[in-house]
């Protein structure tokens, strides 16, 4: 089965500064990567997605690059504001298959 | 409001109860499934469910249940609570993927203690 790898597992920022978020996948046939993030008491909510067929995707100050050779992708936020502070987690599927998650980011942005 | 909603979103119980979530989504997602998140954050999948396959993840034990009374609503019923039964459950839902589009929407999550 996939198996995704998320780092780091925590990141504190300064607001304003980037930040970026790693992950690697097994699974040469998955085909979708979402990110998504999940504030607390709350359930993950979808922030940005990839197909394999795109290298690259951006949403504001968000971004996700993809190398599905290296089968890495990566999630950027830009410009970060303390309302950025959440749970991240990134994930990977195939098709039919079900979502494969990393083990999640605690992003902290301080003022 | 188009969502998946799930009651109750807290749920205190003792060891040996037997308890139900419910979830319910709106959105015509065809598949629907059940992630266990434990204290660490890591998202686990307990079962994906369309109206033809159940596909259940082998780790979880038969104590758990999903219990689908039509293509809108899964449920989780769980016998014999375990104090490692403590946790937050999410539902989650995803349209056929056929469709072209991938993506799941969670629900808000159930905070199951057991005591």
């Known amino acids: 089965g996939e198996n995704v790898e998320q780092h780091p597992s925590t990141l504190s920022v300064q607001e304003g500064d980037s930040a970026v978020i790693k992950c690697t996948y097994s699974?040469?046939?998955?085909?979708?990567f979402p990110w998504y993030k999940q504030e607390l008491g709350k359930g993950p909510q979808l922030i940005i997605d990839i197909r394999s067929n795109v290298g690259e995707k951006k949403d504001q100050r968000i971004a996700v690059t993809l190398n599905k050779t290296a089968k890495h992708f990566s999630l950027h936020i830009t410009e970060t504001q303390p309302e950025d502070s959440a749970v991240y987690f990134c994930?990977?599927?195939?098709?039919?298959?079900?979502?494969?998650f990393g083990k999640g980011t605690m992003l902290l942005v301080s003022p | 409001d188009t969502a998946v909603s799930q009651t109750p979103k807290y749920l205190v119980t003792q060891m040996g109860n037997d308890k139900s979530i419910k979830c319910e989504q709106n959105l015509g997602h065809d598949t629907m499934y059940w992630y266990k998140q434990d204290s660490k954050k890591f998202l686990k999948i307990m079962f994906s469910?369309?109206?033809?396959?159940?596909?259940i993840n082998e780790t979880v034990p038969n104590r758990f249940s999903p219990k689908s009374p039509d293509k809108a609503h899964l449920n989780l019923h769980i016998n014999s609570l375990e104090l490692g039964d403590s946790a937050v459950y999410f539902c989650?839902?995803?349209?056929?993927?056929?469709?072209?589009?991938?993506?799941?929407?969670f629900g808000s999550g159930t905070r199951l203690t057991v005591v």
């Open positions: 469910y369309n109206n033809k396959e159940l596909i």
């Open positions: 989650a839902s995803s349209p056929k993927p056929d469709t072209g589009l991938y993506g799941y929407t």
């Open positions: 994930a990977a599927r195939e098709g039919y298959s079900t979502l494969t």
């Open positions: 699974d040469s046939a998955s085909n979708y």
